[in-house]
C-alpha cells in the first residue's frame, strides 16, 4: 500500500468520520456476527469455544479476503479506481472523529450539569452500568473510554494498514468487533468468545506498547508531567485485567494526574477492577478537555511511527 494512502485515509476520518448514509463495513460485520452467533452458540462449553473460533476465522478470514478481492477487481478497472477504494476502506477502520465525539457528547451533558443524561450518554461507551454514576464516575468511565480506545479505534488501524494495507486494516476491524460483541466473560460468551477476546488481545499487543511513547509525546506538547506519567505506567500498568488496557490508561491516569480504575456496577453486582494513578486532584468535566486534547493530538502524533513503517514495507514488498 502506498504511504500517502494511510495519510488521506487518516485525513477522511479526522475531516469527516462515518458519514451516516453510507454503508460502513462494521455495521455490516455486526449483522453477521449477530446471525452466525445465534446458529453456532449453543452445546456444551467445549462446542461453544470450538464454535466461537470457526466464527472468528469466518468473519476476520472473511475480512481479509475480501477486502483484497475487492481490491483487485477495482484495480483490474483502474489503478487510481484501487487508489480511491482503498483510502475508503482504511479511513472506515479509523474512529478517530467518532471517539471524539462521543467524548465530547459526554463532556457537553456534565458542562449543562446534566447528570442523568451524561449517564446515558456514558452508558453507549460502555458495557457498565452507569445508572448510579456520579459525576466522578462518568468523568472517570469517559476518560477510561477514550484511553482505551486510542488504542484499539486509531492506532491498532493505522499500525495494521501500515503493515498490510486495507486487507489487513479491515482483518483488525473484524477482531475488535468480534470482542466488542462477544468478547464478555459472562454465562453466555465465556466460551463462545475466548478465540474473539484472545485475538483482540493479541492483535493490539504492539500496538498497546507503541501508545506508550506516542502518549507521552503528546504530553510533553501539553507540557504535562510526563516523567510522573512514565511512573505510573511503569507502576501501574500491569495492574489492568487486559494485558493491554493497562498501558494507555495508566498513562492518561499519569498525565492528568488523576486515578482510573476501581469500583464498576454489573449487572447489579460491583466489580473492583485495579486502580491506575494516584488522585492529585477530584476529577470534574475539566479533566475530559484535557483528555481529548491529549488524544487529538496523539492521534496526529501515531502518523510519525507509522508512515515511516508504510514507505519502508511499500519499498520492500
Known amino acids: 500500500m502506498h504511504p500517502s494512502i494511510l495519510l488521506f485515509a487518516f485525513l477522511i476520518d479526522q475531516i469527516i468520520g462515518d458519514p451516516p448514509n453510507i454503508p460502513h463495513p462494521v455495521v455490516i460485520m455486526g449483522k453477521i456476527i449477530d446471525y452466525l452467533e445465534n446458529k453456532l452458540n449453543y452445546g456444551s462449553a467445549q462446542n461453544r469455544r470450538f464454535h466461537g473460533?470457526?466464527?472468528?476465522?469466518?468473519?476476520?478470514g472473511g475480512s481479509f479476503f475480501l477486502t483484497w478481492g475487492l481490491l483487485g477487481?477495482?484495480?483490474?478497472?483502474?489503478?487510481?479506481?484501487?487508489?480511491?477504494?482503498?483510502?475508503y476502506l482504511v479511513s472506515t477502520t479509523i474512529a478517530s472523529k467518532s471517539l471524539i465525539e462521543a467524548g465530547k457528547g459526554v463532556l457537553s451533558e456534565l458542562q449543562n450539569s446534566d447528570l442523568e443524561q451524561a449517564r446515558i450518554r456514558l452508558s453507549w461507551l460502555v458495557s457498565r452500568d452507569t445508572s448510579k454514576s456520579s459525576e466522578t464516575d462518568?468523568?472517570?468511565?469517559?476518560?477510561?473510554t477514550l484511553a482505551e480506545n486510542f488504542v484499539d479505534g486509531i492506532l491498532s488501524p493505522l499500525f495494521f494498514a501500515a503493515l498490510g494495507g486495507a486487507p489487513l486494516a479491515m482483518a483488525f476491524k473484524a477482531v475488535s468487533t468480534l470482542d466488542s460483541m462477544v468478547g464478555y466473560r459472562n454465562e453466555r460468551y465465556e466460551n463462545f468468545g475466548w478465540s474473539a477476546a484472545k485475538s483482540d488481545d493479541w492483535a493490539n499487543y504492539l500496538p498497546a506498547r507503541l501508545c506508550v511513547p506516542i502518549l507521552l509525546a503528546a504530553g510533553t506538547v501539553y507540557k504535562l508531567p510526563v516523567k510522573y506519567a512514565w511512573h505510573i505506567w511503569r507502576r501501574d500498568a500491569g495492574k489492568h485485567p487486559s494485558p493491554n488496557g493497562g498501558n494507555p490508561e495508566?498513562?492518561?491516569?499519569?498525565?492528568?494526574?488523576?486515578?482510573?480504575?476501581?469500583?464498576?456496577?454489573?449487572?447489579?453486582k460491583e466489580h473492583y477492577r485495579a486502580e491506575m494513578g494516584e488522585a492529585q486532584h477530584i476529577s470534574t468535566f475539566q479533566d475530559i478537555i484535557?483528555?481529548?486534547?491529549?488524544?487529538?493530538?496523539?492521534?496526529?502524533?501515531s502518523l510519525i511511527p507509522l508512515l515511516p513503517l508504510s514507505t519502508l514495507i511499500f519499498f520492500l514488498f
Open 290 to 301: 484535557h483528555c481529548l486534547s491529549l488524544i487529538r493530538i496523539a492521534a496526529w502524533f
Open 250 to 268: 495508566s498513562i492518561v491516569a499519569g498525565l492528568l494526574g488523576i486515578r482510573l480504575g476501581g469500583v464498576n456496577l454489573y449487572h447489579g
Open 53 to 60: 473460533i470457526i466464527l472468528t476465522v469466518i468473519l476476520v
Open 138 to 144: 462518568i468523568v472517570r468511565g469517559t476518560i477510561e
Open 73 to 87: 477487481i477495482a484495480e483490474a478497472f483502474h489503478p487510481y479506481l484501487r487508489y480511491a477504494l482503498e483510502i
